[in-house]
Structures are given as structure tokens and as C-alpha cells.
């Protein structure tokens, strides 16, 4: 295969969502971009998790950029003309028991203390008619009306395509092997392409990790597998995105009446063969929690289980700024919780390369934090 | 069940039946598994009932499936019958699903036998109830003693006119045979000829059948060119354009039949690489000579691997088994070698029909790929050709990406009467060959299993620990 | 429909959507049903078609039909047994079935 050699204002490494999206921003502003992708584009988490779009149970640090991220969905299709399969049913994590209850009302009350009136406490009546489904011993939890789920690989493909409309151009089976400097621009070496730019963003999940190293920076990402399981389709009796407060499960049942279920337990990651396997055991600690969270559940079938690889970061929150050298920023290693901001990170980094204002806090997600904390 | 076992064998049928009784034979512990209540696998399913009275309906090549069934049962195995396996790891963990229950069980090596099932044979109408595969009336026939009156049998293959000749013997009258073998094919089936003539009794056993059913005064019709099946809830007709002129005929029953293909979702599953085999047009196993996958311990046996008919799988059966009591230490090289040249050498002549087979009933493309954009490819989510076709005009590269952009392969089948189409169809409207195509990634379970099962495992797992 | 002669079985009496059968102990659900020339199990869940069995041996899951109140199980792969009420799935299944939490509420 001959090496074409190209250039461009920015390059993108990675064709997840967060590649993508940030992919259009940067066309949006004019700058000119290409994205490469070893894979095809949503090939990996940005394609296979789980939709939930929500701010229920963020991190702290996160919430700003959550809510922020909630209302670039509500109008999604204005950015990529395709609704991407948004709906806003709300989300409930549920209680089963008067500790989960109070660490509710817990997590309620932090919230609020800094500003944020989202999330509120349901008693058992109010859970009842939200989930009419749901197992009578459970006696209340925590609503977010507003938050919801997309559909994964409907939301990266139609960022794919608005970016491609708008110029950028995305190179798919295309590998970043090596990463060098070439003056004051990097130059980015594939099999089939080599590209260089002053501008290079690494969104490459979990690879982010050696992306990274390769511009100078530490960021210690563990791939782990995410392990997702779907039944037949079952007539709809559930609305809301489901959590458990006690247990780990994450339930939430499509248009199409197929309900989807995971949560917590991990298979085992081969990130170099992008390969996953998955851990019965753990699927079947899924299983456990959704029949005794939802007693119709007992009859439904499996009729497929996955795994994605995401990159998680050691305090399971995301990489996202800038990096140590001239032109390098991240956002990566979105610890399990990232499609939910994908269309608003691109936006943040456009905002730093364009030396824009960034109204968002986003101090707690700078990669120092890992070289800093290593060196003392 | 114990948790650990030697050898565990997936599949009764004749490879894993022979595999089961050479493995116990030389003291290997031994767990073999089918979801069937019964062994004999689909060539000989219920041998060992025997429930139809008049023994020349289904001749002379299911009886002798006695003597396999025989050995098998005098052999000292743990026989798990009625019961599902849904995963087997690449670290060999084997999760079984038997009367509502989920069991997870090791094993040193592990023998996947599990069969062939029928090419999909997308065609209009072919999701209409009344319906089915000529493997379908074979089964009923044989399980029940059930047959259909008037039926038209559709397609080619021996194992087409194998069934309509077991239905001709049992006195069922029949519509008619539409006999979709181009007309081309013999000139290329041809060169293979020299290597089947060692064969030369089945061949005129085939020729026997035709021969039958011809003079029986079925209407028995060859060269049929397009097809559809019409009726409104129901089949109620077929009609088939031969030369240029539609035809049709009424019937509620339709049998279709056009070769079988390996069975590969557990395998596959299971991280075992198949490759395209553009003379079979379908995949196989990517095996060394002992059946050994790419997968340390899991070998494949019998049509599961490749489709070489039932007595080339009784003798890969006692390939893998040797080979499998080779690499647990049960025997030492030389008697592995030993026992097993015979058996390589009748295995070889064998095979040497395959080709000529192969080309002689290779099905037509339109039969494979529908021309029709309304024709239904994958049965469970209701995708038609058309809707596959703008998907790959939209960027739709492979089978993978397909899921996602219409669900194709996202039912209750896991694609197993849809992807063989799928690959054939994405590869002709992307001008390329399935070889270059991304393989439809499967995942365990691969076959539906009930949430209460699974949950059930939990407890189980937890009250080990 | 034409039967073959069969070394005699024991019968069973399975109910379909409410009416009584015969069937011969031994045989899957799916084969009694078509004795009785019932083509159509099931409505599809996505166009809500009528499908009947096609391969009987497990792989295609048009033979879908409730037993005993469980949905989505395989016709042809399932055993008679004495007294089994079978019904046609609709769609998805039945939702009154589905939302029932008696075994729940102690
Ligand atoms: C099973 C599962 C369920 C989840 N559920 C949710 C949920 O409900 N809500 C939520 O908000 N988040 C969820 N997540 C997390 C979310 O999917 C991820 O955080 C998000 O998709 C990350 O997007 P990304 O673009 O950073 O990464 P990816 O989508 O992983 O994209 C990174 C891309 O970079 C490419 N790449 C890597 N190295 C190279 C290289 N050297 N050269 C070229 N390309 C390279 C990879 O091939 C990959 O396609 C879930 C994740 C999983 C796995
Ligand atoms: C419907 C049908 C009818 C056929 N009839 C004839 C015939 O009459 N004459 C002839 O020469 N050839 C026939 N064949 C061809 C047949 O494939 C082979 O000749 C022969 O049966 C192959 O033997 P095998 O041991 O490889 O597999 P099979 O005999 O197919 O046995 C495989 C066994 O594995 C079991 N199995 C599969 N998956 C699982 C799982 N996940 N869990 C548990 N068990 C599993 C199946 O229940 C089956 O019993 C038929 C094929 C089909 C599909
Ligand atoms: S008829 Fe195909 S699965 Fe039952």
C-alpha cells in the first residue's frame, strides 16, 4: 500500500464519539481537520454502551459539563440532524431498603449544596407510579426527571456523517503507529496515511494511555470490559433508566421492547486484539438484581451479551484539556460514564484551540493530576 | 454434571457419539451434551426409539446408525441430554442450561460436534406459515410419523431428493419437486467427476432416487429460474418462472431445501476461527489435521467444521477424540498414531465426493442473494435485501455495522438463517469477496437463556465460595 | 396431513389457545400442533405477521409459543406433557402476564 502524506490545521486520533464530535466542532469553526481511526468509527465504547445520558449519581466534578451536555441532547438534532434516538424518560435510582433510602437523601442533599436542584427523593408511591413494574419491597429512591438515553451507534455515526458534510475528513482502518514531532507541527505516521498539523487531540479511549506517552504525557488508563446484556423484545412496561442504590445494575428498556441490563462487573479486556470476554458470573449478578428489582423479569431471555472497552482513569473521571507540549490536548479515559458528554467535550476542546472562553470548571480533569501526584 | 471433566463433547450426533465412545473407551472422564432428549444427531435422530414400523421408508444408511448409537450406549460417559450449551470460553468454561437451570463446568479439552443446519433460502414468502425446510418434514417423519399430503418439495441438494424420495416410500403423495440445480452446474461439477467415481454406489444411489421419483408420476420440474411463495396468513401457492413463463401451483405446504451449512455460532463463539470457502459458500473451521481450532483445547468435529456428510463425521469424531486423549495424557503418541491412520485413510476417501457434490448442487445466486428488494432476509427482526442494500449505500461496510443500522442478526437466531445472506449480499453490493468482510462478531449466550437461569447461577456461585 | 404407522406411544392431552389436543407422549409441541394442521404459532413482534415453524430443530425461533405462562419458548424443541396449556404469542407476549407481581407480594 503507497503512504499518501496530507495536512491538515488539527488531527484527531480516535473515532469514538468524543473524536468525532470534536471532529465537527473544529469544521464548525473552520478548522480544518482529519480524523483517524484504527477501527471502523463507534467500533468501540462509543458504539456498544449503554445510551444513558444522565446527571443521577455524576461525579461531582462532573455535573456542570453533565447538565451543560443535557441540553445540547435535548436539541441534538439541530447539531447533526439526526435525533439520534434521544428520549427524555428520566432516570431513577432505586432503594430497596431504609439505608439505601437515607444514602439517597444523602447524595440529594450534596447535590444541592452546590446549587444543583435535579435530583429528587420519590417516596414508594411516587416509585410505584414511575415504575409500575417494579418489586413491591422497594420502598423509594432518587428521580432525575429530564435525563434519558440515546442510541450509541445512530448518535456517533450521524456525528460522523455531519462531519464528513462539513469537510473533516476520517480515515477508518487507520492505525496511529508512531507520533513524531516535524518543526512545530506533529506528524502522525499510519500505514496507509501520514498526516501532519500544528493541532493534535488524542481521543483514543482506551488507548488514550499510549497516545499520551507518545506526546509527552502520563496518564495511567486501565481498559477495562463493560459487559452489557439485551433480551427479546418484551412488551413495554418500563420507561425510566433504572439503578439500583443497593445492588449493581444499570436497566432500561428501548422503543423496540427490548431491555437492556449490565453493570459493574467487568470480563477481561485484551485492548491490543480489541477483543473482549465476557464473565458469566458477573452477567449472572446482573441477572440476580433485575429479577428481584423487576419479578418480570424472571421470564425474559437473553438473547445477546457484549462487552466494550473503555479506558477508566484510577478516580473514574475523564482526561479532558490540554496537554504538557505546544499543540496537544486529550480527552480520554471517560471511566464508563462518557457518552453522556460526548457532544459537549468536542465543544470544550474546540474552545481551547480556538482560545475561546471555557465557561465550564474542567480544572479537575487536567492529565497533570496523575504526574503530580507520582511525583509526590 | 460434575464441575471437571477430561473430555467434554457438544453434540450426539455421529461425530460426537464416536468421539465419546473412543474417549471413555481408553478412560478419559467423559461429559457429552445435546439439547436433543435423544442421541443419533439429525441423520440419525431417533435411532434409538425406532418408532416407524416400516423400516424401508428411511432406508438402509439411518439404520445403520444402530451399531454407532450401540457402542455409544455401552460406552461409560456422563450423558446430559435436553440440555443447552450456551458458552463454551476460550478457557473452556462450558455454561449448560438444562430444565430451567444454568450450570457453569470445566473441561481439559473440549470436542464441539454440534451438526450442520439447512442454507437459508431467502425467497418471497418464504417466512409464510406452512413453510419449512425439507429438513423439517425429515424430522417430523422421523421423530412422529407426520407428513404432508400435496406438499412441493423446492430446491437442490441429495439430501432434497433424499427426503421426497423417504416421503415417496411412505406412500405421501407430492405435489410436486421444483429442482432449483442450474443447469450449468454439471459442466463444472465435471473435472470433480474422476474423484467421485470411488463413490460410485452413492452416486447411483442418488441417481436411484431422482430416477424414483421421476417415474413416479410426480411432477417433477428442473430449471426453475426465479421463484415466490404467495397466500395471505398462510402458504397458498408457489409459483416458479421456468423459460421465461411463470407457473403456478397451489399448496399449503412448501418444503425448501438448497444444502447444508455448518452450525458454526458456538464454535465461533468461543473465539474458534472459520474462514469463507468459496467452493461451499459458507465457513469453515480453520482446523488442523486432529480438528484442532486456533483455540489451546477446543477442537471441532463432524459438519460442524465443514460439511463432509455423517460418516466423514463419525471418523473426525475418533480423530479428535485421539487427539484429545493424546494432549490429557490418556494415551502416548504412537498409539494415538496408531489407531487413528485406518481411520485417516477411509476419512480421505471420503472427502473425495465433496468436490463433485459441492459443484454439482452449488445453489444459484439468486436463490442466495434475492434480486427482489422486498424479499425478507433475516426472519426475526424482519429485514429485507432492500433495507441491507441502502444500509451498505449509506457506509454499511460489514455484517457488525449492520446490526446497528437495522437490527439484521439481532434477534433470537443470532443471525443463523440470516448471515450467510447478509456477507453474500454487503459483499456483492460492495464489489468485493466475503473473505474481505468483517465476520459477524458472536458472543455467548448463543441460544437465548432465560434471566432466571442466569440469576440462578449467581446463587450457585456465591454458595461455592 | 398423512400419518405414517408408528409403534404404538402413550397419549397426552395438551390445551392450545384453549382447546384440547391429543399428542403422543415422546413428540415436541410443535410436531402435535401440526398434526392437528396448525401452520401458525405466532404474530411477529415487529409487523405482527403470522409465522409458523420452519426449521424444527431448534435454530430459527419462528415456532415461538407460551407454555405454562412463559413466553418466547421454542415449540419444536419442547417435549409434551400431560395437561400443558400452549397459547399463540402475540407480538412481544402477553403484557397481562408480564405485569403481574403475585409471586412478589407476600
Ligand atoms: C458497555 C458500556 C456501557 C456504557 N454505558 C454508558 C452509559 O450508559 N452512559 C455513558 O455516558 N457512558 C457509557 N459508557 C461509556 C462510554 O461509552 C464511553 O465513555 C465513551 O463512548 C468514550 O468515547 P471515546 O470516544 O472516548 O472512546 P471510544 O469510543 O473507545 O473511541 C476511541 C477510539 O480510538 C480508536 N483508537 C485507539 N487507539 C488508536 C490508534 N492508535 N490509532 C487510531 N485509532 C485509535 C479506537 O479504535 C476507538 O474507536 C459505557 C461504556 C461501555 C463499554
Ligand atoms: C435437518 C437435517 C437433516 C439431515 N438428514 C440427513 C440424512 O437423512 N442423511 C444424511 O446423510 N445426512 C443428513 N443430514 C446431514 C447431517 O448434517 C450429517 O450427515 C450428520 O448428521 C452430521 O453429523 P454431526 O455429528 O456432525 O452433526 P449432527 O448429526 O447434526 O449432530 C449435532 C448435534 O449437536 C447438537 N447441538 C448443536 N448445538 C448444540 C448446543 N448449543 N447445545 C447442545 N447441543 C447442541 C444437536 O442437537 C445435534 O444433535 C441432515 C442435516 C440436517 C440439518
Ligand atoms: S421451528 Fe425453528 S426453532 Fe423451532
Redesign the pocket.
Known sequence: MSTSKQTADAIIVGGGLHGCATALYLAMRGINCAVLEKDYVGRHASGVNAGGVRRLGRALPELPLADTALSIWRNIEDLVDDDCGFESLGQIKVAENDAELSALKNRAKTVQDIGFSHEEIIDQKQLRELLPAVASHCIGGLYVNGDGHANPYRTVTAFKRKAISMGVRIFEQTPVNEIVRHGTNWLVKSPSVKIEAPIIVNCAGAWGGSIAAQLGDYAPVEAQALMLMITARMPRFVKPVVGSQGRALSFKQFDNGTVMMGGAYQGRAEPEQNNTHLSFNGLAKNACAATAMFPIMRHATIVRSWAGIEGVMPDNIPVIGAGSANGVYHAFGFSAHGFALGPLVGKIITDLIDGGDIELPIDAFRIRRFSQNKDT | MKDHYDIAI???????MAAATVASAHGADVLI????PEV????YRGITRQSIKDRTILGD??YKGQNLAGAFAASNVDHVSG????QVSPEREIGISKDGAAHLLTADQVII??????RPFPIPGWTLPGVM?A?SA??LLKSSGITFSNAVFVGTGP?LY?IAYQYLKAGVPIRAILDTTPKSNRLKALPHLPGALSHLGSIMKGWKWIKALKSSGTLFIEGIDDLKITGKNSTEAIEYLVQNKWHRIETSNVFLHQG?VP?VN?AMASGCVYHWNEQKLCWHASTDEWGSSNVPGISI????GGIG??IA?EYQ?RITAYQALYTTNKIKKQERDINVLPTRHALAHEMRIRPFLDAMFRPAVQFRIPTDDATMVCRCEEVTAGKIRASVSLGCAGPNQLKSFTRCGMGPCQGRFCSLSVSELIAEARNISVNELEQLRLRPP??PLMLAELANLSTFASEDT | MHEIEMNPSPKVSIKFDGQTLQANEGETVAAALLRQTHLAFRTTAVTGTSRGPFCM?GICFDCLVEIDGVPNKQACMTYVENGMRVKRQLGAGDTGVFLSDEEDTQ
Open positions: 457438544i453434540g450426539t450426533g455421529p461425530a460426537g451434551v445435546d439439547e436433543q443419533g444427531g439429525q441423520i444408511d439411518y440440555a443447552t450449551v450456551w460436534a454440534t451438526g450442520a443446519q439447512e425446510t429438513g425429515q424430522i439430501l433424499l447444508v452450525n458456538l468435529a463432524g459438519d460442524g456428510g455423517a463425521a469424531g448463543v441460544k | 430443530m
